[in-house]
């Protein structure tokens, strides 16, 4: 589950499933889901369109390249031994 909706139904918060990110209270200014998404998208987030995800934060997605980019780097490193 990625949008949680609040209670009133008007307001929602888009949680990332990778590490749990809370970015909340966006139904005032980006006021719907289709409209929050291009807004988070330019800012990073990838995923699913659709409202109930899977979505990632831009956090997420550096930790994910980091241990790739210490792989490459103990390759190269016994290569030249
Ligand atoms: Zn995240």
Known sequence: ???MQADDGEDFSLVCDGCGLI??????????????????KRHGW??????????RCPRCLLQ?????????TTAALSTGQ
Do not use: C, K, Y
Request: charged share 20%; glycine share 12%.
């Open 1 to 3: 589950m990625t949008v």
């Open 23 to 40: 970015v909340g209270r966006l139904g005032a200014n980006l006021h719907n889901w289709d409209l929050a998404w291009i807004f988070f």
């Open 46 to 55: 990838v995923g699913s369109g659709a409202a109930d995800g899977p979505h």
């Open 64 to 72: 994910d390249a980091q241990p790739l980019a210490r792989e490459r």
